[in-house]
């Protein structure tokens, strides 16, 4: 390293002229961890700390002063993991650093703070909202990544865990942040993602910027979060993690959600000001939305769509005399469910899929108010993915659930795409749906690359065979005998596919076993299914287009249609209706929550879930988004029936049981032997 990137400091705001007459001027007061230790200890000998005390409010105070101090010795390598990287045009030069030490910084804190002197802390505490309310007027303006070193001394500072100091040191510097142009904020990612921080200390830093802005809403019921400076510029600096933590994975996307942030957001105005590009608007920033809040988004748009759909219908027949149907209204026969739904959706112009979905069996009486049109996708999913419909596999190995996969030689690419138009029609009628793709289905919807770890999901037993291969420390050639190519088996007929031209030639070996890996991956997950895959996609997207759906990770996607697999039955429990002569307070209701919370087995309760509604998963939100209720069945004697189920309105039909002991044998023969479309 060049000995002057270590002694020199980078004024805030730097020009020729200013850099020239620095030259003139005495070295900077500035301070490493051994001249803390040095004056921490005279002090004590001496009783004196006030020689501290005053240098402290001096380079604590000043961003030129803290972007000279704690540089690391000449001496360090770029071995040393509290080094910092350097930057150069936007990559890393290896073996260059912007020396800053920041375990230094981290050790001179305590060292500071240990001493246990109001003074020392007091001046450290009025020094650092000295700074922060000075960059706050000057922003920084230099494109020298030295510059920017205060930032990351004031971040570590430990201060910034007391609330008393949020509105002093932290507001203003997190405003100051997100005022600085992408490329700095760019640099700050690079050295925060390559060694400046650890997985704790970035959970740590997001926590503390989380308790920022909560408590700001809390402690004011008049804060409004689209408008508010402090909670903004917090909400960039929180997508600024998000940035270093897409990087590295260090905690988990989940982090990031702020759930007082979206229930305080008034939906109304952020939607507004997100179609319209106008004010501010959290849409632009979903790492820090939950699922929820998207899902009310997405149905916000929804509703606006149709409510568009059924507008232009009616103007059309009011000032056109040309009726069309309000509704996309499919009229299907149980005995031809999926012949006719697909030739019901060749019949319809794709933007009539926007319009809210009625569902009509032939030769039944009945409105579709619902719960015909979740019994529909109900029946079709069911039919759709049974194996000897074959277009999906299933494969499990005792620790991986069943999952569906798209069976590659099948030429069924219209139903593909049905399925996928059924996907989306039931995220936009707001159905879950009980289906179990594994997760590389939704980042492929999402347009993400799959890799070997998702290979888990679809045949667990080649991705670990892979992972092997990958470890394997011997000849790979010698004990593998494997070319680059693939035999699978279609109809009983063996077949080659060449991972690369003439690949059934080339042996696989130490040197090109990651090329095997990525390109086999490759060729299961993507190209032997394309076909199939694009079709099911094309289906999706014709109803799932919106700018709404773009707020999702592909995690979240997943929760959107199959609902969340976390169960709390007491919320259920607190958000059930009760009909047909029932209520919270009847025996056999308070007997059937007291087996439900303490005799039933998980398993059970799931089956009970899938029994009553036809899915064993919550909604987005949990089961107390979920309208559930409980009909009594039968008179107010003691039954010898079944429990039954309407899961197309999420209905239990459960009869009065003199004993919780009767009840409980009925409900679990019940669960055990139905498969849960209980449809009457």
């Known amino acids: 390293m060049n000995s002057h990137l270590q002694n020199r400091s980078t004024p805030l705001s730097s020009s020729p002229s200013s850099s020239s007459s620095n030259q003139q001027l005495p070295p900077p007061p500035t301070f490493d961890l051994s001249s803390i230790q040095s004056m921490v200890q005279e002090a004590s000998s001496s009783g004196d700390y006030t020689p501290l005390i005053r240098k402290i409010g001096r380079v604590f105070s000043t961003p030129d002063y803290l972007n000279a101090s704690f540089l690391i010795p000449a001496h360090k390598t770029s071995d040393d993991p509290e080094v910092l990287p350097t930057l150069m045009d936007d990559k890393f030069a290896p073996g260059q650093f912007y020396g800053l030490d920041l375990a230094s910084v981290r050790q001179a804190y305590q060292l500071l703070l240990d001493t246990g002197r109001e003074g020392v802390t007091n001046s450290l505490t009025n020094a650092t909202i000295a700074l922060a309310s000075a960059i706050r007027a000057t922003p920084v303006t230099s494109d020298d990544p030295e510059a920017l070193r205060f930032y990351l001394v004031v971040l570590s500072n430990p201060l910034l865990q007391d609330p008393d100091l949020y509105k002093g040191i932290l507001s203003p510097m997190l405003q100051s942040f997100s005022s600085l142009k992408k490329r700095r904020r760019r640099i700050f990612q690079h050295w925060m993602a390559q060694g400046g921080y650890s997985a704790e200390e970035l959970k740590s830093l997001l926590g503390l910027v989380q308790q920022f802005m909560t408590l700001t809403m809390m402690l004011s019921e008049d804060v409004n979060p689209n408008r508010d400076s402090s909670l903004i510029s917090a909400t960039k600096f929180i997508g600024f993690l998000n940035d270093v933590n897409d990087e590295n994975k260090f905690v988990s996307h989940t982090e990031f959600y702020n759930e007082v942030l979206a229930d305080r957001i008034d939906l109304r105005e952020d939607i507004t000001n997100w179609k319209n590009g106008t004010g501010y608007t959290y849409c632009h920033h979903p790492y820090i939305l939950d699922p929820g809040f998207k899902a009310k988004v997405l149905h916000i748009e929804s509703m606006l769509r149709q409510k568009q759909e059924r507008d232009e219908a009616f103007h059309n027949l009011l000032m056109r005399g040309i009726g069309e149907p309000l509704a996309l209204i499919f009229k299907v026969r149980r005995e031809h469910l999926i012949r006719d739904a697909l030739l019901a959706l060749q019949a319809t112009d794709p933007a009539d899929l926007h319009k809210e979905l009625k569902v009509q069996f032939i030769g039944e009486e009945g409105i579709d108010q619902g719960g015909v049109q979740k019994e529909f996708f109900q029946l079709v999913v069911r039919e759709i993915f049974d194996p000897q419909y074959g277009m999906f596999t299933t494969e499990t190995d005792g620790k ?72 394997f420390e011997g000849d790979v050639e010698d004990v593998y005998g494997r070319t680059l190519s693939v035999t699978y088996d279609v109809y009983g007929e063996k077949r080659v596919h060449e991972l690369i031209p003439g690949g059934e030639h080339i042996p696989l070996t130490n040197e090109n076993r990651h090329q095997y890996v990525d390109l ?161």
């Open 400 to 471: 991986v659930a069943r999952q569906y996969w798209f069976v590659s030689h099948s030429q069924d690419y219209h139903e593909f795409k049905l399925i996928g138009t059924i996907l989306g029609l039931a995220i936009y009628n707001g159905v879950i749906l009980d289906v179990h793709f594994p997760r590389v289905v939704y980042k492929k919807l999402m347009g993400l690359t799959p890799t070997l770890h998702d290979l888990k999901h679809v045949q667990p037993e080649l991705a670990r065979g892979l992972e092997q291969l990958l470890t």
């Open 520 to 680: 086999y991956v490759r060729w299961l997950l993507v190209d032997s299914v394309a076909r199939q895959f694009d079709s099911f996609k094309d289906g999706f997207q014709a109803v799932c287009n919106s700018e709404g759906m773009k707020l999702f990770r592909y995690e979240e996607l997943e929760l959107l249609i199959c609902g969340s697999s976390q169960l709390d039955f007491h919320e259920l429990e607190a958000a059930t209706q009760y009909d047909g002569g029932f209520e919270a307070d009847h025996p056999t209701i308070i007997n059937f929550w007291d087996l439900v919370h303490n005799t039933l087995t998980p398993e059970q309760q799931r089956r009970l879930l899938f029994f009553a509604t036809g899915s064993d998963r919550a909604p987005i939100g949990g089961l107390g988004k979920l309208p559930f209720v409980i009909v009594k069945k039968g008179g107010d004697d003691d039954s010898d029936q079944l429990p039954s189920s309407h899961t197309c309105f999420n209905a239990l039909m459960l009869p009065n049981y003199s004993t919780k002991e009767k009840l409980l044998q009925k409900l679990v023969l019940s669960i055990n032997n139905s498969e849960g479309f209980g449809l009457m």
